[in-house]
């Protein structure tokens, strides 16, 4: 007989941290604004409360275009905010998912800053480069916003797609979102 796992029968909410609630007035939600409501998301029936990415962005990517894997974006708190809400969200019996973007970053990423002004960077296998871009080009991911997911970028040489870490990178040069 097969064990059920907890997530069988989770009840998830999923909270957009910039857009729930905001508990400092500034307009934009926060880590301190979905603390305050996690009765509320309780009393809904919720088990588990699932974060859409909170870490430091320039915001080009609805917040999925990571420039720090490790540091929450000061609009919405600071890694003890992050801290407080999880044990809150457990005190009360929700688990917590925190939603981990690790298949692309964004270019003011340390990793894409340091494969762009070197070709040589360990870094530079992580993201996909290219002397011109493809014949059978990949739609662009946003549409109406850019033309190609491809850029030219002087300083990297090459034209390039920041969006995506490359599942080409050798095994031994695979990102981990803790280094630096």
Known sequence: MQREEWFHRAVIYQVDSSLFYDANGDGFGDLAGIRQKLHYIRSLGATVLWLTPFYLTP??????????HLQPDPRFGTIADVIELI??????????IVELVIQHTSAQHPWFQAARRDPRSPWRP???????????????MFPGVEESV????ETGWAILSP??????????????????
């Not at 044990?87 to 917590?96: F, H, Y």
């Not at 995506?164 to 040069?173: F, H, I």
């Open 163 to 180: 969006h995506v870490l490359s599942p080409r990178a050798r095994p031994e040069s695979r990102p981990s979102a803790g280094d630096r």
């Open 126 to 140: 992580y993201y996909l480069w290219a002397n011109r871009p493809p014949e059978n080009d990949d739609p662009p």
């Open 150 to 153: 491809w850029r030219w970028d």
């Open 87 to 96: 044990a809150r969200a457990r005190e009360l019996g929700l688990r917590v």
């Open 59 to 68: 915001l080009q990517d609805d917040g999925y275009d990571i420039s720090d």
